[in-house]
């Protein structure tokens, strides 16, 4: 790796949400930059003005924060090679295609988009699998600035780029294969591949790491730093992500938005986590900390082949760090949760909601999944399932409830232990076995068929919530012996 000190970027565009596949990137270019101590630029490549809205450029901001991806350079963190949005870089790159310009090595060009689409009509009418390729009408003719004109790059026609791609290896592109790009728009906003290269070699970035479909960009960029007399960073380029048919992910095949997977209630590094393992990998080793990521984190080993998205597979790694407490801290996992419970329109009380969290990590395996489960802890109004309410708050089921209200009430010892000595012994003397009782129970008191243990979510709801719900699930199994009576009776 280069001796110099690292410095990575990620330059996004703000033309939407932040998808995930640019999240893996920003990831390993952090995780590098964290790695060794450098510094992670944050670049926005706005110049597609039709589509950039200041609106997709906060969702970019709030979802970079939220994976906890942090910048040490760029929109609102400041630095020295600022600004850090292109559309405030203009004179930049005009003063840089001035230069190639009068060394050279650019051009003006007058041709109208009228006549190239005319070359390009007759190409493909005599052979329609050509590929045109600007014929360098205006290569060598001395175009007025002041005529109506793009800037092309006088691309040598001679040799081959090689370089040494961190994933790929040596890579070798003949010059023939490239033409005279455009550098600047007769509006002078910058082409994709000259904006890269100016905003890269002024702010020093060392390292360019992104998705292995730029690699069609690196030989021209690599000739525009030649140009300018400016280092060449080196490159890593990353496999893709693609959707289980193999296609290029995309909104088709489900979520790919940040925010769609926050919405959904995945924890930040169990999201960061799955991605990581796309193009990197540890040994067997598939749950990571963000810290252990940092620490681990290198080049090598490195995976060339792209990877299929599977749902599944996040599904289970979320869940692994929702479950420990070393991955997700009852803090964060406080914090990951709430806004998902205020959503359902309950309030919570932030001491209950600390001890009832331990009662659905196992189970739970996203935030989302975790609020439906402990919602019932913090209605003052139970919400009963129909199916649930229906099958066992039964007339027959009536008389027990009432027998376990007494029975909490004279719990003394309030404990998960306590509280399950109280119920073997009322079993032991009504010669009764716990599913007898339990289910009746169970949707009393959460008014589900499905909960947390038993003990446990008696234990947190507490003694007076406890016997009022299980009371009043012996009046709901009573007004239904009621109602089936009355219905007999009719009859």
């Not at 790695?35 to 490549?45: A, D, N, P, W």
């Not at 760090?321 to 309030?347: C, D, F, N, S, W």
Request: proline share 5%.
């Amino acid at each position: 790796m280069s001796a110099s000190p690292v410095r990575v970027r990620f330059a996004p565009s703000p033309t939407g949400y932040l998808h995930i596949g640019g999240v893996r990137t920003a990831l390993f270019n952090w995780l590098w930059a964290r790695k060794t101590g450098g510094v992670f630029v944050l670049r926005i490549e706005d110049t597609d003005q039709e589509r950039s809205t200041d609106e997709s450029r906060n969702v970019i901001f709030d979802s970079m924060k939220w994976l906890g991806l942090d910048w040490d350079e760029g929109p609102g963190a400041g630095g020295s090679f600022g600004p850090y949005t292109q559309m405030e870089r203009l004179a930049l790159y005009k003063e840089y295609a001035e230069k190639l310009i009068s060394e050279g090595k650019a051009y003006r060009c007058t041709c109208t988009k009228e006549e190239l689409d005319g070359q390009r009509a007759a190409l493909k009418a005599k052979d329609p699998k050509a590929q045109f390729v600007y014929p360098g009408t205006c290569r060598d003719a001395k175009r007025s600035a002041s005529d109506k004109h793009v800037v092309r790059f006088a691309s040598p026609r001679e040799g081959a780029i090689t370089y040494k791609d961190l994933v790929f290896g040596a890579v070798t592109t003949p010059n023939s294969a490239q033409q005279d790009f455009v550098l600047l728009r007769s509006d002078g906003v910058p082409l994709y591949n000259f904006g890269a290269v100016v905003d890269d070699a002024s702010m020093k970035i060392t390292l360019v790491a992104r998705g292995r479909d730029h690699m069609v960009n690196t030989p021209p960029q690599i000739m525009l730093y030649e140009a300018l007399g400016a280092p060449v960073p080196e490159f890593a380029h990353l496999p893709m992500l693609l959707a289980p048919s193999g296609e290029k992910l995309s909104k088709r095949h489900g979520a790919v938005g940040v925010d769609e997977f926050r919405n959904a209630g995945f924890s930040p590094v169990g999201l960061l986590n799955y991605l990581v393992r796309f193009g990197w990998s540890s040994g067997d080793e598939e749950i990571f900390s963000l810290q252990a990521m940092i620490e681990k984190f290198d080049w090598s080993p490195r995976n060339k082949s792209d990877g299929k998205w599977d749902t599944k597979k996040l599904a289970a790694i979320n869940h692994e760090h929702l479950k420990q407490e070393r991955l997700t801290p009852l803090a964060k996992y406080i914090e990951g949760v709430t806004p998902m419970l205020a959503a359902r329109g309950v309030k919570v009380d932030a001491e209950k909601l600390a001890r009832a969290v331990p009662t659905v990590r196992e189970r739970a395996r996203t935030f989302l999944e975790a609020a439906e489960s402990l919602d019932f802890y913090f209605r003052e109004t139970l919400e009963y399932e129909p199916k649930a309410d229906a099958k066992f708050l039964v007339a027959s089921a009536a008389a027990g409830l009432r027998e376990l209200a007494d029975v909490i009430e004279s719990v003394a010892d309030w404990s998960v232990a306590g509280i399950e000595a109280a119920f073997t012994k009322y079993l032991e003397a009504k010669q009764l076995h716990i599913k007898d009782v339990a289910q009746p129970a169970r949707v009393a008191l959460t008014g589900r068929s499905v909960s947390p243990g038993l003990y446990e979510s008696i234990e947190v709801l507490g003694k007076a919530v406890t016997v009022a719900r299980l009371r009043e699930g012996a009046t709901r199994a009573a007004a239904r012996e009621d109602a089936q009576a009355g219905g007999a009776s009719a009859g």
